[in-house]
């Protein structure tokens, strides 16, 4: 984990059941501006190896690991500096925090943690900030879709369309495997 990255932190992945909100906090990590995210709890070859595939087809860079526990990481980010923020929905409401937090992740990088089942108490003290995407439970997914878009914007969205050829109408893709033409290159159209 680099200083001034936002990483995201899937605390008690359960490999009988979370299998695919775990894939999914990690897809819309990737999608909406994260820059990797480390999976912990049961150990998930399954999940790993297709999680592992997506990067490596649309986000080459992202960092993607396991770790048993959550309180190795959490303790590697502090000692890369990054502020620990854990969506809670007892945490304070993000509205409130935002502008720091906003600062924070450009001055530190952030680790966000989300969680699965129930999550320890130590969790809500061992994290500087308890964040709060309204007080009623919903899904660790759509909580940090919120927090990365607020702090990220359209900005933080992986702006590159890739293999995809965007329609407004109708759907476009290249093979897999062909490169997206490089605009003003030789036997490109524009
Ligand atoms: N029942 C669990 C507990 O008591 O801790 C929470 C499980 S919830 C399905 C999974 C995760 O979604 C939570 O750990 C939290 O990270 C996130 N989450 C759910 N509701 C949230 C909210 N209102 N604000 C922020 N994060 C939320």
Same mark, same amino acid.
């Given at each position: 984990?680099?200083?001034?990255?936002?990483?995201?932190?899937?605390?008690?992945?359960?490999?009988?059941?979370?299998?695919?909100?775990?894939?999914?906090?990690?897809?819309?990590?990737?999608?909406?501006?994260?820059?990797?995210?480390?999976?912990?709890?049961?150990?998930?070859?399954?999940?790993?190896?297709?999680?592992?595939?997506?990067?490596?087809?649309?986000?080459?860079?992202?960092?993607?690991?396991?770790?048993?526990?959550?309180?190795?990481?959490?303790?590697?980010?502090?000692?890369?500096?990054?502020?620990?923020?854990?969506?809670?929905?007892?945490?304070?409401?993000?509205?409130?925090? #935002?502008? @720091?937090?906003? &600062? %924070?992740? +450009?001055?530190?990088?952030?680790? =966000?943690?989300?969680?699965? !089942?129930?999550?320890?108490?130590?969790?809500?003290?061992?994290?500087?900030?308890?964040?709060?995407?309204?007080?009623?439970?919903?899904?660790?997914?759509?909580?940090?879709?919120?927090?990365?878009?607020?702090?990220?914007?359209?900005?933080?969205?992986?702006?590159?369309?890739?293999?995809?050829?965007?329609? #407004?109408? @109708?759907?476009? &893709? %290249?093979? +897999?495997?062909?490169?997206?033409? =490089?605009?003003?290159?030789? !036997?490109?159209?524009?």
């Amino acid at each position: 984990m680099m200083p001034g990255g936002v990483y995201v932190l899937r605390m008690g992945h359960r490999a009988g059941r979370d299998k695919r909100v775990t894939t999914h906090v990690a897809l819309a990590s990737m999608a909406l501006g994260a820059s990797g995210v480390i999976l912990s709890g049961d150990e998930d070859p399954g999940l790993m190896e297709s999680v592992t595939k997506a990067r490596d087809r649309w986000a080459p860079g992202f960092l993607l690991e396991y770790s048993k526990g959550w309180r190795e990481p959490v303790e590697r980010a502090r000692e890369a500096g990054l502020a620990i923020v854990h969506l809670t929905m007892y945490g304070v409401e993000l509205e409130f925090l #935002l502008e @720091g937090l906003r &600062a %924070l992740a +450009r001055s530190r990088g952030l680790l =966000v943690l989300v969680g699965a !089942g129930k999550v320890p108490r130590e969790v809500y003290s061992a994290a500087d900030l308890n964040v709060a995407v309204t007080h009623l439970p919903h899904s660790e997914v759509a909580a940090l879709a919120v927090l990365l878009h607020e702090l990220l914007g359209f900005r933080g969205q992986r702006g590159s369309p890739g293999p995809v050829l965007p329609q #407004l109408r @109708g759907k476009l &893709a %290249l093979p +897999r495997g062909a490169r997206p033409p =490089v605009p003003g290159s030789p !036997g490109s159209s524009s």
